[in-house]
Every structure is written in structure tokens, then in C-alpha cells.
């Protein structure tokens, strides 16, 4: 196997996480390399669910490495319920088995806290539509180079000091601004020691873990390319680099490194949160994916917002990706529905565009350009080749290869492991 990355073509929720389990079966090493516990991954093993929010989800696998890299912002409880859900089922989640970067910055109560206190202090307009999870604060200190990383959990000294020091100025907000009581430094530093002394056994040099296993590591994002904080819908995003760029970065290896990249993409187009939506359907056909689908959050519980497949968006994460590959999922969502509108360009300021426009808040003024494909009655959750696809799936995937100019090597048609080929 090469060494392979899998990203989210959209705006996260395509069910990268069952893709990269499937693809961890080859791979000796599974690294993930951003985003934090705002993002879940459902997995369905013979009938049975599994949800990952930090632990990549190659830990299902007997035998295999999971990393977990410097580009990840760790919410240390949540990594310890984990640990604990896990080896409740029987999975071997020992140090050796997983891994933590001394890198890797940790969230911290009082990021929890003012992630909900500036979300709440919002207009309902100008809300972005956030997990509440401190994902965003922790990356803010990361960036103003105050942030806990993880290696100073083992230093009791240094991580009560850095602890004082972040508070100094978020309780002037706390207070002042949103009209808070101020967090105690002494409070949170004692709360922290016990799970801190769980976490330290599994900290390591990720680069050099990654360089060791050789030439079959499955580099795993989160979120969706729409929602990288550059790259996507800014600023109704994520706060940390969504796209396939950021593997290396995010994990310590080098680009040239990354050789197989699949993209996930949903069959249809899903969106939790705030933030413009062009193929969004407010009506029964909205509604028909949204059930048909279990359109729901991982994380939040959220109902996800549900519309056509957008392939003016895809083309961007192609564009801004590179994938060798397109992985289709939740393609038996569509079926029994008697048309399906692919969306294929937009008009925007009086011309047709192919790409999305740059410009802020720019995709809520563009009008979709759909084409349409006849749909299928056949249930298809049963199929296991391509010939077993009617000739009206294979239709529908055919059109997206020809728009995206990349091939559909991956489809899934279920929720199980094995409903994939």
C-alpha cells in the first residue's frame, strides 16, 4: 500500500471514517493530522457502532499504529473516555499501540469556555455554528505561542505556570466582557494531574514514528475542504487547515511523502452549522436525504442540512487537493428518488462559473446550474461490484468522473464495513 491520505471533499460528515477503516487493513500506521473532537467518525463493524471523536479509527484494527499528530489540538478528557470505551469492547489501546505528539496542543477548560462565551455573545446572523469543544481558542493560543502542548503534561512545574499565565488575560474577558466568574489556575491545574499522568505514557516523537513505519502509512483528516480556514467558506470554517497540504505539516513528514490521496465525497451534499449552502434543499427532497440518510452530527447530535450534490464545490477540492481518487459514499441514500439534480455550475454576477468565487460570504448570492439524472428504484445496499449497480447508479457516477476529471474508485453503499467495494 502507499502512502495514503483521505480527506473531506465538502464540508465534513462524508464518512471519512469508514473509508480510512477500511483502508487501515493495509496500512502499518494511521495518523491523524488536525482538527480536534469537533469532528466524529461513525463506524458500523457487523452491526455494531462505533464513535471515534480523537483516536483514529484504524484502532479497530488488531496489530496496527495509530498516531495521533502535532496538527491535532487534544481534548485530554475526551482522549481518556476513549481510551476507556475502548478497552471496555475488548481493543487493545495500550502505549504502544497508540501514540501522541509532544507537539500536539491541548484544549483546556478555560478554551471550552470561551468558545461557548463569544458563540452565545453572537447575533443569531453572525453565529458560525460551533461544537462548543474549545477547538478554536486552543489553536488562537497555539498561534499566539501560549498553548499547553501536550509534552508539558509531564512537567508540573511548567504546566502550572503556563496555565496562570493563559489566565491572566482570559479572565479580564471572562469578567469584563462576557460576565463571567474568573477560572482558578489552582483549580484547574489540580483537575488537570490526574488525567495529565494518563496521557504522558503515550506521548512520542510522531515523525520519527511515522518515518519508521515505512511506506504504508494512511494519513486520516477531519472536517471537510469547505470548512479549512483558508480555503473554505471563511468564516463559517474550522480553525485549522482542512486541506491534503496539511498531512505533512500536521504530522511531521515530508509532502513528498504523500503519494495515493482519496476524496470522500457524499453522493448528495450535507452541512452542520451556519454558513451559505447553494444545492441546500428546504423541501421534501431535502428532507427525503435528510432521513434516508440519518443526517445527524456525530459530535453535536446536530441535524445536518441536506442538498444536491454540488460539483462546482468538488471541483475546488480537486483543485485544491490533487485526489488520485474519488471515494462516493451514501450512495443508496438516492435511492427510489425518480430525478437527481447535479449541480454543475453556478450564475453568479450574470455569468455562469465553473469555480466558486473568492470573495466573502460570496457563495449565498450564487444561483446552482443543475443538471438532471434520472434516479433508481433498486435497493443497492446489497451490491458488492460495480456490475451490481443499476444502470442508472453507474450513470450518476459516471457524470461525476467526467466533471471532476478524477475516477470513482471507492463506493459505499451502507453504513457496515463490509457495504463497501
Known amino acids: 500500500m502507499a502512502n495514503t491520505v483521505v480527506f473531506g471533499s465538502q464540508w465534513g460528515d462524508e464518512g471519512k471514517g469508514k473509508i480510512v477503516d477500511m483502508l487501515a487493513e493495509k496500512a502499518n500506521a494511521i495518523v491523524r493530522f488536525q482538527g480536534g473532537n469537533n469532528a466524529g467518525h461513525t463506524l458500523v463493524v457487523n452491526g455494531e457502532t462505533c464513535i471515534l471523536h480523537l483516536i483514529p479509527s484504524g484502532i479497530l484494527h488488531e496489530g496496527k499504529k495509530c498516531i495521533i499528530g502535532n496538527g491535532v489540538v487534544l481534548d485530554p478528557v475526551v482522549f481518556c473516555k476513549e481510551l476507556d470505551h475502548l478497552a471496555a469492547r475488548g481493543v487493545d489501546v495500550s502505549p504502544e499501540r497508540l501514540m501522541v505528539s ?53 512537567d508540573k512545574e511548567l504546566l502550572r505556570e503556563k496555565i496562570a499565565r493563559a489566565l491572566e488575560e482570559k479572565n479580564v474577558l471572562f469578567q469584563h466582557l462576557y460576565g463571567l466568574e474568573p477560572m482558578s489556575a489552582d483549580t484547574i491545574f489540580e483537575e488537570l494531574l490526574p488525567v495529565a499522568e494518563r ?51 500536521g504530522s511531521g513528514c515530508s509532502p513528498r511523502e504523500l503519494e495515493r490521496i482519496v476524496a470522500i465525497v ?3 451534499t450535507t452541512r452542520v452549522g451556519g454558513g451559505p449552502f447553494p444545492t441546500e434543499q ?79 460570504n460570496s457563495l449565498a448570492h450564487v444561483k446552482p446550474v443543475y443538471e438532471i439524472l434520472p434516479g433508481w428504484d433498486e435497493d443497492i445496499t446489497a451490491a458488492r461490484s460495480w456490475d451490481d449497480l443499476p444502470a442508472n447508479a453507474q450513470a450518476y457516477l459516471h457524470r461525476i468522473e467526467e466533471i471532476t476529471g478524477v475516477k470513482v474508485g471507492l463506493v459505499s453503499v451502507g453504513p457496515d464495513r463490509a457495504q463497501t467495494f
Request: charged share 25%; aromatic share 6%; proline share 3%.
Open 282 to 360: 428546504l423541501n421534501e427532497d431535502g428532507d427525503y436525504l435528510q432521513s434516508q440518510g440519518g443526517e445527524f452530527g456525530a459530535t453535536t447530535g446536530r441535524k445536518r442540512r441536506c442538498g444536491w450534490l454540488d460539483l462546482v464545490v468538488l471541483r475546488e477540492s480537486v483543485r485544491l487537493n490533487g485526489p488520485t481518487e474519488l471515494a462516493i459514499t451514501k450512495l443508496d441514500v438516492l435511492s427510489g428518488l425518480k430525478e437527481i439534480k447535479l449541480c454543475v455550475a453556478y450564475e453568479y454576477k450574470g455569468e455562469t462559473i465553473e469555480y466558486t468565487p473568492q470573495e466573502q
Open 102 to 154: 509532544n507537539k500536539t496542543h491541548v484544549i483546556m477548560p478555560y478554551h471550552q469556555q470561551m468558545d461557548t462565551a463569544r458563540e452565545s455573545a453572537k447575533s443569531d446572523s453572525n453565529k458560525i455554528g460551533t461544537t462548543g469543544r474549545g477547538i478554536g481558542p486552543c489553536y488562537e493560543d497555539k498561534m499566539h505561542r501560549c498553548g499547553i502542548r501536550a509534552a508539558d503534561l509531564a
Open 199 to 249: 496521557v504522558v505514557p503515550y506521548l512520542g516523537d510522531v515523525s520519527t514514528a511515522i518515518q519508521e513505519a515505512g511506506n504504508e502509512v494512511l494519513f486520516e483528516g477531519a472536517q471537510g475542504t469547505h470548512l479549512d480556514i483558508d480555503h473554505g467558506t471563511y468564516p463559517f470554517v474550522t480553525s485549522s487547515n482542512t486541506v491534503t497540504g496539511n498531512a505533512a505539516c
Open 266 to 268: 457524499k453522493a448528495y
